[in-house]
């Protein structure tokens, strides 16, 4: 058997949230490589900086992953560029693309309003400002030479930084965001969007439209643009117990155990690979398949009925 879906990346989450009595970095190290010597395309992380989870800061999280495996991709998915400062930010994904030896896939966004944005010096209505800055800050940074951007937020006069990236110009940058302008902002400035996990099957195939038109307003082409979806997964026979298992991680992790409910794929395998078989049918040409439970066990069901090794 070879693989069911020629050409489109299967990246895998890693374990990264965990109860606080219960952290184990050895179950994240066992299932990268588990997912690696499986034939897996990536591994992704998300940010989660402030929160009532226990989640592992995902740059930290990849740069130990990064000496742990050899050949998969490495992915956040999306850091929360608004509460990060881009300097040292582009520092540690620099070093990161360099230590991997060019395995670093940046998901950025511009993340959600929330109670703590003034934790991170953002005031109201200063999110895509800010956002749109960093991103400049960050790539002129890691062009060739001294950075000059001198009229930015992060004034860069005849700034160097070393090393750049291993990947030349820069690591593949992914955007989220479903609303037009966050597709523009993609269309002018990444080299990938990737649908929310919240989004239904009919929103992504609305959106993967919304962003082609984007391309052709900036007067790129869509064929060195790459489509993805992020995909929770929940395979399990047992539907109650899986059920019980999503809401758990959905309630740490967003505070709302009822969305678990309404975005995961739970059920069969069958039924998960039809969901699988969907979203690529819609344009998907990165899927990121988010198990919140038994990571191990949904890699080896999901390798196999993929064909991946």
Known sequence: MGRLFEGVEMGVALPQVFSAHALDPTATIS?????????????WTQDQVVGQAPTLEPVTLLSFVAAATATIRLGA????????????????????DQLSRGRLDVGIGIGNPNAHDATFALAKGERVARFNDSVETMK?????????????RWPLNATPMEPKPFQRPQPRLWFGGKHINAMRRAAQHADAWMGAG???HAEFTENIAKMRSALADAGRSDADFVFGKRLYVAIDDNT????????????????????????????????????????VDSGAEMLLLAPVFEFE???DILSEALGLQ
Do not use: C
């Open 240 to 279: 109650s117990v899986a059920q019980s298992k999503v809401r758990t991680w959905f309630d740490a992790y967003y505070g709302n155990p009822d969305m678990g409910l309404q975005v995961t794929v739970i059920g069969s395998k069958q039924q998960v690979m039809d969901a699988i078989g969907a979203t």
């Open 77 to 96: 998915s999306v850091l929360v560029l608004p509460h990060r400062t881009p300097v040292p930010l582009a520092k540690s994904l620099a070093t990161l």
């Open 198 to 200: 919240s989004s239904s």
């Open 140 to 152: 002129a940074l890691w062009s060739d030479g001294p950075a000059d951007r001198p009229d930015g």
């Open 297 to 299: 066990r949904h890699q």
């Open 31 to 43: 299932a990268a490589r588990h997912a690696e010597e499986l034939g897996f395309d990536g591994l």
